[in-house]
């Protein structure tokens, strides 16, 4: 196990490399190691696009693919379903029905969109993302205090998905062309929007939510026994199911209005952690689906922003392309050793 997860983390070591050496301009490897160092003087031009583009780029990849791994695992042991992840209780679609309020309705009421005002804008966009998913968790704590049954939790998790969505069409149909579009490029999702002190700070939330979620290693191993077998145990089973929650909600929603909504790293990459670690056991599951989350998102990025695309692509495509392909054929593999 131990050789694995460091065998993990070299590969993203690497990939954080190469991530700040590939791109439009090619910069050796060696410069970018002299960059980072101060080692040696390198060209001011290198230099800039290190620090002031790739290097944000990357970090954000990295804790966002992690903390939407994270997510997506503890969504899946709360409700025991292979097919859940973060945005399974609305919390993605209560963060985009923010920013859609931002982004399309703001200009409506108040005679110009925040959206088209630089960094108060981007800033304003961010907190409204926060705001909307923050307003869904606790909507869904609430709801969780007072239904039996995980099912019931997750149904109505969906049916609010389905209800933020439904108004986010309402507004798309009553907004300029142009608002429309400029909530569509962000809802295609993208690392390269968090720099200078945005990325600092998202880093540092990102540094302190990881952290808090390894706390909740034994609850999940204790849900996974069964709620009967877990209480009989002495787990607080409404209080520690709240918990996880308002853990994945959390990571959700601070990745969701910072980097757009990014699908399909938090479906699937607990599903990778699964069938390359071959346990169920969170103590080691969480520090693997942390280090496959941040993998899969450094690849992505890097191929989303490769030499002969004209700009980048979307990450959302690229996140899909990838990911499935490698889940798939993990997938079959435990389905043929299990027989």
Known sequence: MKSKLLLLFLFILLLVVVNLAVGTVSIPSLAVVHILTGSAEESEIWTNIVLQSRLPQTLTALVAGAGLAVSGLQMQTVFRNPLAGPSVLGISNGAALGVAFVVL????????????????????MSIAAIIGAL????????ISNRVEGRGTLLIIGVMIGYLATAIIGVMKFLSPE?????????????????????????????????????????????LLLGDRYAANLGLNIRRARSLVIVSSSLLVAIVTA???????????????????????????????????????????????RMPGFEGALPVNSVTALVGAPVVAAILFRRRRMSV
């Open 178 to 222: 142009e608002d429309v579009k400029s909530f569509v490029v962000w809802g295609l999702g993208s690392f390269s929007r968090v720099s200078g002190g945005n990325m600092v700070l998202f880093v540092v939330l990102m540094c302190i939510l990881l952290p808090l979620a390894c706390l909740l290693v034994k609850p999940m191993n204790l």
């Open 258 to 304: 910072y980097c757009g909504p990014i699908m399909f790293i938090g479906l699937a990459v607990p599903h990778l952690a699964r069938g390359l670690f071959r346990t169920s056991d969170h103590r080691v599951l969480m520090p693997a689906t942390m280090l496959c989350g941040g993998l899969l998102a450094l690849l992505c990025n890097l191929i989303a």
């Open 135 to 142: 307003l869904v968790m606790l909507l869904i704590i609430w």
């Open 105 to 124: 309705m703001s200009g409506q009421l108040g005679g110009v969109a925040l959206s088209r005002l630089g960094y108060l804008g981007d800033a304003a």
